[in-house]
């Protein structure tokens, strides 16, 4: 069973604080994403990785760094926290599986962060 | 970029009865289409793949309906049941090197 592990699963932050939100999976898949959800807006992709060393911004990565020190964890970053990134974040590595399916994408439980 | 737009997004039905749940996307080029399931509490769960030479997939009461003509997509619940109950994602992607667009959900009850 594929698993990606996400910490903390709650966060309370200050205006202005450094966050940092840990991901890991031991399913040994190349990519690695992470999205925020948000009521009205469904999934949204902040940032995404290739694997070791890769980071690549998604749709809306404005306000945040990620980091892929090794195929297992890819972490996200928050260097000055604001009350608008109040929201769930996920984690999710993919499966590129055959050639004949999309990427089948394998998610943590989230993280609530409230930036106060 | 691609667009995805789902609705709706709340639906109650009652058990037994069926829930569909449509997106419609903007990428004539899109060619990957997938549905999953976020139960409370959780991450989401892939339920079903399909590729645009498929208009009609069936898989365990679930039917997956693609009109690539309208650019929608569509999951069809038979006989819903309340372990059903759940918020549901479409996801298109133009190939399955690129990243997935979702939808925005829809929150579906079912109810006894």
């Known amino acids: 069973e594929a698993a990606v592990t996400q910490s903390p699963r709650n966060k309370v932050a200050v205006t202005g604080g450094k966050v940092t939100l840990s991901c890991n999976q031991t399913n040994n898949h190349n990519n690695m994403y992470w999205y925020r959800q948000d009521t009205g807006h469904g999934l949204r992709l902040i940032h995404y990785?290739?694997?070791?060393?890769?980071?690549e911004k998604g749709d809306i990565p404005d306000g945040y760094k990620a980091s892929r020190p090794s195929q297992e964890n890819f972490s996200l970053i928050l260097e000055l926290a604001t009350p608008s990134q109040t929201s769930v974040y996920f984690c999710?590595?993919?499966?590129?599986?055959?050639?004949?399916?999309?990427?089948?994408?394998?998610f943590g439980s989230g993280t609530r962060l409230t930036v106060l | 970029g691609e667009q995805v737009e789902q609705r709706p997004p709340h639906l109650s039905v009652r058990e037994g009865d069926s829930a569909i749940i449509i997106c419609t996307y903007t990428?004539?080029?899109?060619?990957?289409f997938s549905w999953y399931k976020q139960e409370a509490g959780a991450g989401l769960q892939l339920l079903m793949s399909?590729?645009?030479?498929?208009d009609r997939k069936e898989e365990q009461g679930l039917t997956v309906l693609l009109n690539k003509k309208d650019k929608r997509l569509s999951l069809n619940l038979t006989a819903a049941h309340p372990g059903d109950s759940a918020v549901y994602f479409c996801?298109?992607?133009?190939?399955?090197?690129?990243?997935?667009?979702f939808g925005s959900g829809t929150k579906l009850t079912v109810e006894p």
């Open positions: 990428d004539s080029a899109t060619a990957y």
């Open positions: 996801a298109v992607t133009v190939s399955r090197y690129n990243v997935l667009y």
């Open positions: 399909v590729l645009s030479n498929v």
């Open positions: 990785s290739y694997g070791a060393g890769s980071t």
């Open positions: 999710a590595s993919g499966d590129a599986g055959d050639w004949g399916s999309a990427e089948t994408l394998y």
